[in-house]
């Protein structure tokens, strides 16, 4: 049954416009679309789950791992509800890969190479070297990492952590470190940190920079202040959900050059390739020879991933992603009795390992492919996205189904690659913003009322997204229309309930958790934290406060300000303008020549300084910063960054 059919039997079977808008369960339509995905795949296939069940080991004691402050980061219990067959209010194909998703423990991927799963978003390997644990991507936050591998002293005999390998330059992967490496045991060369090239520049791009509004973003995409439930989170894809708490960044002692490179590790030979640009900036994979085992990071997963994130990132090259994994297939396929990544669980057998390469390395070609084939015969995105179809492949390996990226959003990020935001539409090169907009279209449709009947009977009819539309240009034109956001909240939560991926699932269902509830969120991970803030050189860190630089705000002519921070020999000089604040990397060495303003202060301080957790006054009068020469030029610098605003609204004006 086509979805075609399926609106027509909706609206044959509608019954008069209902009263209120329904809260928690499934529309007729929406019953229909989940059923029509049941029946074209093959749900039942058990061959994933012997796969994430093989080598299990143990679990985890107790349901739930606490941070240092008692509060929880991860609840080992929260997905039992996910038993059976798909509830009416989930894709049933979402449902499969969350159960999957949800299995947890350490487990031995062949002797000698275990993985904590299923604690975080992200899995954590361990392999057994020669005189300790090597470790490969540390999770998102300390305390599943550091329970993660208690687990597998407990279980396998204890080890000491020689080396820690970032795989890339995502905070699920590197943000747990504290949890198994202390800073005197990096510091001390006791345990090295082994990352791509430019691992850290990337790291602090995406964290600093750009973090304020990419972790509001991340609420969308991560569903991290949904109850988890049947109508609720029930995974992300990629793997469940984030684990909660702060992270951490520390800068690797050895990178991987980007022609990548030999090197063994406490007895273990790794042959690292680069993988940098395609599912991260800088990415790297590896082949362990004693093991016959490919370790593909995130580049190659059990998902179709995301060429363009909901929280936002720099487009990836889909072409180059699929040449990456060409050459891995080419290099390593044949040879390989394993393939494991930092999501999901391990692909058996040499001629297994060679098929999920291929048709990994088929998505990103054919998402690329069709995409450029139809825009050079005039498509536009959005007319793109929604012919894009889907390969032959698609139907029977559900490691390349849209569970985290997806074909019609990825073929938007395809186009944006290419021709950025404008499809060459002149209309829309210059459009009114959304709430002048709303307020127009509004008025078109003849005032609230009759705008609100259209969006309800678009909401009968199952045609939730023309109906989402009316009723957000209500919301954006009278954010006070409670009956607007009311059946808002209720159309997005039928597009959530429909949507095969784990990430369109939360993005709607928080839509409608905050359009009922309010813009309130708990528990969300900070990059802004001590230990991300510490492990950033200096002038990157200025770089990130620049962007909170406010003209409006700066008071006098400016000057130049200049930086410096003994206890780690960096010095940074800011040249303060009227409407830009410029910061250069200087010599430590060097005298303070042509500089209007001198402050000296340790980078530990001035974390705390920028913390709020220290006073300057105080710092000034206890002479731990000294400040010489315009010390109002100072306070004008400082005065002129904007307050960030770590919650503000998305779906309202």
């Known amino acids: 049954m086509n979805k075609t059919a399926i609106l027509t039997i909706a609206l044959l079977s509608a019954a008069p416009i209902m009263a209120a808008p329904p809260q928690g369960i499934a529309t007729e339509a929406t019953r229909a679309a989940n059923a029509e995905v049941a029946a074209e795949l093959p749900i039942a296939d058990q061959t994933d789950f012997e796969n994430a069940n093989r080598g299990f080991l143990a679990k985890i004691a107790g349901d739930k791992i606490l941070n240092e402050d008692g509060s929880v980061a991860w609840d080992s219990r929260q997905f039992d509800f996910m038993q059976g067959d798909a509830p009416d209010t989930v894709n049933p194909s979402l449902w499969r890969q969350g159960k999957l998703n949800s299995i947890h423990g350490l487990f031995e991927v062949v002797p000698g190479i275990y993985q904590i799963r299923g604690y975080d978003l992200a899995q954590m390997t361990l392999i057994a070297g020669k005189t300790g644990w090597i470790i490969i991507d540390p999770l998102t936050t300390a305390a599943p990492s550091k329970a993660g591998l208690a687990l597998a ?4 005999g204890d080890r000491p952590v020689v080396a820690v390998i970032f795989t890339h330059s995502h905070g699920d992967h590197f943000g747990g470190v504290s949890g198994i ?27 600093v920079i750009a973090g304020t509004a990419m972790n509001r973003r991340v ?41 990548g490179e030999t090197l063994t590790v406490d007895g273990i030979s790794f042959d690292f390739m680069d993988a940098g640009e395609t599912e991260a900036p800088a990415e790297l994979v590896f082949y362990l020879p004693q093991f016959n085992a490919l370790h593909t990071a ?5 998902t179709f991933h995301n060429v363009l994130t909901p929280r936002g990132a720099l487009v990836r090259d889909t072409l180059k992603w699929s040449k990456v994994i060409d050459a891995m297939l080419a290099r390593y396929g044949t040879k390989s009795d394993v393939m494991l990544a930092s999501h999901h669980w391990p692909t058996w057998g040499s001629d297994n390992v060679q098929t999920a390469l291929k048709n990994q390395r088929g998505i990103y070609r054919y998402v690329h492919d069709q995409t450029m084939r139809q825009a050079n015969q005039g498509a536009t995105m959005h007319e793109i996205a929604e012919n894009i179809g889907e390969p032959d492949f698609a139907k029977t390996d559900f490691g390349v189904r849209d569970y985290y990226g997806t074909l019609n959003h990825n073929s938007k990020a395809v186009y944006q690659r290419y021709f950025g935001w404008w499809d060459a539409v ?18 078109a449709m003849g005032g609230a009322k009759k705008a609100l009947t259209v969006g309800e009977k678009a909401f009968e009819a199952g045609d939730y997204r023309w109906a989402a539309t009316v009723f957000n240009h209500l919301v954006f ?33 928080v839509g409608a958790k905050e359009l009922r509830e309010g813009n309130i969120v708990k528990n969300s991970i900070s990059t802004a934290n001590a230990k991300v803030l510490s492990g950033i050189p200096a002038v990157d860190l200025f770089d990130a406060m620049a962007t909170r630089f ?12 200049r930086f410096w921070f003994p206890d780690r020999k960096e010095a940074v000089s800011i040249d303060l303008g009227k409407s830009v604040m410029f910061p250069r990397k200087e010599d430590y060495a060097a005298t303070a020549d042509g500089s209007d303003t001198q402050i000296t202060i340790s980078r530990a301080l001035f974390t705390k300084l920028l913390m709020r957790e220290a006073n300057a006054m105080e710092l000034i009068q206890n002479r731990e910063m000294l400040v010489s020469g315009n010390a109002a030029l100072m306070a004008a610098m400082f005065g002129a960054l904007d307050e960030v605003e770590q919650q503000f609204d998305i779906v309202t004006p």
């Open 153 to 156: 002293n407990k279980t396998l």
């Open 181 to 207: 490496a202390s800073p005197e045991d990096i510091q001390s060369g006791k345990i090295q940190v082994i990352a791509p090239h430019e691992f850290l520049a990337e790291s602090i791009g995406e964290s």
């Open 219 to 259: 609420q969308f995409q991560f569903g991290t202040a949904l109850p988890v439930g049947k109508s609720g989170h029930v995974g992300g894809g990629l793997g469940q959900k984030l684990s909660s708490g702060n992270v951490a960044l520390v800068p690797p002692t050895r990178s991987i050059s980007k022609d």
């Open 298 to 302: 995130e580049v190659a997963t059990r």
């Open 426 to 443: 002149p209309a829309h090169y210059h459009e009114l913003p959304p709430v002048e907009a709303s307020k127009k279209y509004v008025a």
């Open 477 to 509: 034109a009278d954010p006070a229309d409670e009956a607007a956001k009311k059946w808002l909240a209720s159309t997005y939560e039928q597009l959530g309930f429909q949507a095969e991926a784990g990430t369109w699932r939360n993005i709607y269902l």
């Open 550 to 561: 406010n003209p409006a705000k700066m008071q006098g002519d400016g000057g130049i300000v």
